[in-house]
């Protein structure tokens, strides 16, 4: 496949498209920027020789036009001279060479043509290159949240964690059984007389403030 014939598939592939149907879209990605990147390498080199040819069509067309003024002097010359012969010769020379410089002009024109056609391949296959490296990134960050999810998912549902829950309870009512016990003695016995006291003081408070809450409301009235 030719350098612009691969670089046409790929500047005009939908990535989404291509992440969408992909069985592992990493991988699938993966080889787009490569191959996109391989293709923008061979761009550029191609972009490369093509500035070389134009500068060294640059340089003929310099000497060919300093070697036409020449003539062109040359025929002048010979007609201040009366030497038509000479005027003829010299204007034929330079004719000759002004089909070569128009012949090299018009390369001239095709080449920055060319350059300028380059020019915006560059930039398209850059801009898809720099999309495919994005998508890469966000793709990178969403496998490695899955990948911590599932590992989590996994943790979560591993069984020894529900031995460990296990263990647990039977700690818990195992304290139960305890705490059971020790209540257990305070079963059947008469409570002590400063219980008895403080439980008559706090009658006697609820009583107070009873009436209170009596007379504020009677007073409202």
Do not use: C
Request: charged content about 40%; overall charge negative; proline content about 1%.
């Amino acid at each position: 496949m030719g350098i612009f014939s691969r670089f046409n598939d790929i500047v005009s592939s939908n990535i989404n498209a291509m992440l969408e149907k992909a069985e592992n879209p990493e991988k699938i990605i993966r080889l787009v920027i490569q191959e996109m990147e391989d293709t923008l390498v061979e761009v550029r080199t191609t972009a490369a020789k093509t500035i070389a040819d134009r500068k060294t069509i640059q340089r003929r067309l310099d000497r060919l036009r300093f070697e036409a003024q020449g003539w062109s002097e040359k025929a002048e010359l010979a007609v201040r001279r009366d030497r038509e012969d000479l005027a003829r010769a010299a204007l034929a020379e330079k004719a000759t060479l002004q089909e070569l410089i128009d012949r090299l002009e018009a390369e001239s024109e095709e080449i920055d043509s060319q350059l300028a056609q380059l020019n915006e391949d560059i930039g398209r296959l850059q801009a898809k290159l720099t999309e495919a490296k994005e998508r890469k990134k966000a793709l990178q960050v969403r496998h490695d949240t899955a990948t911590s999810r599932v590992k989590t998912r996994q943790s979560l549902s591993d069984d020894r964690i529900y031995e460990a829950m296990s263990r647990f309870e039977h700690i818990e009512r195992k304290m139960d059984q305890l705490e059971g016990q020790v209540e257990s003695y305070d079963l059947g016995r008469e409570r002590p007389l400063k219980d008895e006291f403080a439980d008559l003081a706090s009658r006697d408070t609820i009583e107070q403030e009873l009436a209170e809450l009596k007379k504020r409301v009677q007073d409202r009235d």
